[in-house]
């Protein structure tokens, strides 16, 4: 940490900052200015409150030079990890499609577009089982059947399966029928949930939750890999903003700054982030531009009749066309869809 | 709802979305403008995505009428919810004190704190057991020890107890020792944690979430009472803004918008609202001058040796005032401290 | 407007505001539901304060269904606008790409950055001449001498010059010696600004206000327009969020809504969006990927000792090199860089 | 600045950056911590822009020390800054109410709500002569011969008048008529008005920008001050969140943040904060209650018929019953009302 202390703070007030930051551990180097003087405290203490120094009389300003997160970062790691499930491998020059509806209706829905996503060559299937709506009025999802139909189709048409968590008592059903465990944006700050996903050697899909920043995200991260479960992929999703046309504001700009501060795959959900199927296209092409390890794309056989959010899932010739743009763009940064 | 066609729309386009709300199970009103066609649905359908109708070819834009919450609303109840504990009543002209430290550290620590709440005419003693920390690497939380100690020091001195569950796992404890159970502004939109409370009978204060908006945070009240637990107390703590100097940004106004749509109590956290010691005080009076039912008041016996958010808790003294004061700004609302 | 009365909303409150409806100059259409009353309000009047239903008694929600603007919107014309500047086209199928400095140094900087725009097939040289720093100890801008040097240099290589206008009184400058007159993201809401350039006949190229929603860009478009001058570029440079790590965040996913709610050409600014050299060219990747109809890159000869902004200018190399990438993602999209 | 190198730094990384510093004019104190070096730039530049080290190779991040103001900080003056014009005080123990409506109207509304005013003992009279109203069809305000009205009432009543500067070229007036001039939230920004109102010696009312931070409200109050003018009230008016159920969120936390960083009175403008009439009221309660230095408050004599913002402006009646609130709110607070 860094303490600057105010102009006119007198010798005793900074007498006591110092014997502060000393009982907390720190070692403190001083460095008096011709306006001010400002503190080092030198260690690598994690959890301190910087707060507590913030208050103490003469003190203008703390700045936390340690960042709260280490397993995620760069520094910690340099090179890019690459998630292997099967055959797949996600992060690096891969970009992973990762696609299916919002939530698991029944076989013959589940079936169908299995199919369609083995015809355009997708690695993953993604649907819901445990559906978390906000209206308690609405469609809750088809739980534990939802999962055994996924695993059955996904293993008829080879692909992996991905589908949210969404309580610590479902861990065991998801790691029974499931690939890759979904953290959905309202748990990313569960940390009850993430400690339990840490202690398991399934992959993670992160997503950021709905007014994360991006170092919460991380954290949230960090949280998992605290626990030993370092296989991770982070998905943007949409942050809250106070424009309202779009359901939320795709932080496409989270994916080159994701990519310089950790190691760790970031992908993209476009179908959430614009909450509408005619912006799905335009953000997905520019989610790829931009370098992301891959996309989460809602899609479904017949959208009209769809249980949730068909509002916002493809139709599959949308889906069909869509899968060849990014290719073409995918080529552009030297990278290929898989 | 009511759709708005485009000034171009054509008929065949009108008719298309006739049938689709017909279809939706709603009886349709046409009302055709010199400029467009309005188009009402009548009925009272709670759980419908209106973005299926505005991706209809001709469709402008489409409003919702009905609001997504009922019970929870004026409109269905006029009179202001006072829900009884023991002798105290939250809501109406009362004004309630809810205040301890963020976490329950030691048994000394709660008995002396307990012993300044009764001096100071406080009614509820709060304190956290399980601390879901963002950081991995610090402080979590005594556990079931924390809420035995709390238990002892609020009977001693005739309080009640106010403490945060974290998991659906942990609500059999919380039903042992515990009077009213918070929810956290994390686990705001954890519908599955809000599911399983709507079952018990133990009153609830429910935190808005970090960045809820108002009818949001309602429609998890909503959750509750569909449950079958109508004993609901909200509580404002700050949302997340781009304003950085304050921790979060204490939305006062939230109080009177509150106080127009439910009938449901409504009371503010100062501490975590703002997160500094010298910002509470203001922020409380503020707060019980717009007309909010009570605070949540983080205070401890020591706040520079506390194990966590030490910074926003408040010195006994400090407190001592704040109460002298509050009462006073009560009194000009003709309400009561108790 | 729509009316929605409260569900329990009596026969006197319902005539009171079916009076003040019709006192406003609309024609009033009643339709009762069996839950509650809905009230149309027929006419084409957009200067009402629906605020003034909304506080009469009994009335639960007023809802707008004019939209505040027109001539902008894609219902008053339908195809896109191209506008034509010289022999550049902005606007439909064509990728305008505006570069240069921040700020208007020197000769020799204006010189060499035209020349190098000039390589790499740009069509138009920016650069500001007055500065509005937010510092008032910063470089403020060369004044009328920068846009001299900016016309020279223009002329000299064929490039049309950009340039942005800071107050009524350079309208006249602005006129003598630039092609296309940019207005900040601070005066997007400068109405009295707005209102002026109305009157005269320049494109001008509107930056959003850095929190202004895409409906309020709209309207300081339709403000301009509404003077009698049809020409505008709207330009995406990044809205205000919590997000601290990025100076502002580009809301990309504005460039397809723009594109379904009116015809005017929009691009996007990715070095104010970001703020740092190292995240422009994958934004500007992304904005071609989503459709923009360009992009405004800061380029400077020595970013080192450019006197603002020098971190968010790219190096000449970079800059040619993203010139490559951007020209095969342009094909994907079957576009053309020009 | 503080410039944090990373872990991994090299010697002739830091070498590179130590260069730089001093090359930008700084003395450089270098701690090498057992996992990285921080570099300390000593000096009291404050037009240095940060990411030109940030981007350097090794550099983790940079952290400004110097605040970017100056004149406006308490630690420039420690004493609260008291204006007075005419026998008004605005600042230290002082509660001042200025009052009218959003426009003048005509000669009657103005004589009419004055003397409403001076039954009230308030002190100010506000009202707007050149409205800038978002859309371009609505009215637009009386100009100069609103100011000649609102000066005449104002002198038959003993009042101030409080009037807002739209441009540049106004200024002349604002002199000949108004005591306080104000600049809205829409020039905040404008620091072409900022500079040349520096350059008069009457007050000025400084509306906070609807997204600005506090920070950069106070940057525009330097800028002002930097030009010789030290009478600066600053006036808090709501941000801009994603809540939407009120116009703006009224930050009420700013008033103790700003009396802790700023010498400046800061006074509250609940009508526009909230924008409607009904939540005024506890708002204005809750500004007086958490320390605010004064009110800006609509009222108009009939509200119904008022040409703009009547949905926030108080009834007669209203106001008069809000003014004996406040008045027992600033006696808890020891101030008085004037």
Redesign the interface.
């Known amino acids: 940490m ?1 303490i ?1 202390m ?3 703070a007198t010798e005793p007030e900074i007498q006591n900052v110092v014997e502060k930051i000393k009982s907390m551990g720190f070692t403190v ?1 001083r ?1 008096d ?3 001010r003087t ?1 503190l ?1 405290a ?1 260690g ?1 203490k ?2 301190v ?1 910087k ?2 120094l ?2 103490l009389q003469g003190v ?2 703390v ?1 936390s ?1 340690t960042k ?1 997160y280490k397993l995620v970062s760069r ?1 910690f790691k340099k090179d890019d990890t690459i998630i292997q499930v099967g055959t797949v491998k996600i992060g690096g020059d891969n970009v992973v499609i990762i696609a299916g509806p919002c939530a698991v209706e029944d076989r013959q829905q589940v079936m169908k577009i299995a199919e369609i996503l083995k015809q355009n060559s997708v690695s993953a299937l993604r649907g819901g089982a445990f559906k ?8 809750q999802g088809l739980g534990e059947h939802g999962l055994i139909l996924m695993r059955e189709a996904a293993d008829k048409y080879g692909l992996l399966v991905v589908s949210e968590v ?4 479902q861990i065991p059903l998801m790691e029974k029928y499931v690939d890759i465990i979904q953290i959905g944006a ?2 990313m ?5 993430l ?1 339990e996903l840490g202690k398991i050697r399934k992959p993670i899909l992160l997503k950021r939750g ?2 994360a ?4 995200w991380l ?1 949230a991260a ?2 998992i890999m ?2 030993g479960n370092y296989q991770i992929v982070l998905c943007e999703r949409g ?8 359901r939320n ?9 994701i990519q ?1 501060l950790s190691h760790l795959p970031v992908i993209v959900d476009p179908s959430h ?7 799905v296209r ?2 997905a ?7 992301a390890h891959g996309l989460l794309i809602e899609v479904h056989p017949d959208p ?1 009749t769809a249980l ?5 899932s493809l139709y599959p010739e949308q889906f069909n066309q869509l899968i060849f ?1 990014l290719n ?2 995918a ?3 030297r990278k290929k869809i898989c």
């Open positions: 860094v600057i105010e102009d006119k180097h460095s200015g011709i306006q400002v080092g030198v690598e994690r959890d409150d707060r507590n913030e208050l203008r300003e700045i030079i709260p520094e978390p709506r906000t209206s308690p009025y609405a469609f969404m309580d610590v008592s309202r748990n700050h569960n940390f009850w949930l400690r709905m007014s920043t991006i170092e919460e954290m960090e949280y605290a626990g942050i809250r903003t106070f424009e309202n046309y779009t504001t795709l932080d496409i700009s989270a994916i080159p700054v310089k982030g614009t909450g509408r199927r005619d912006k335009p953000m092409r520019a989610a790829i531009a931009a370098g009209e949730s959010d068909g509002a916002q743009e073409d763009i080529k552009v940064l």
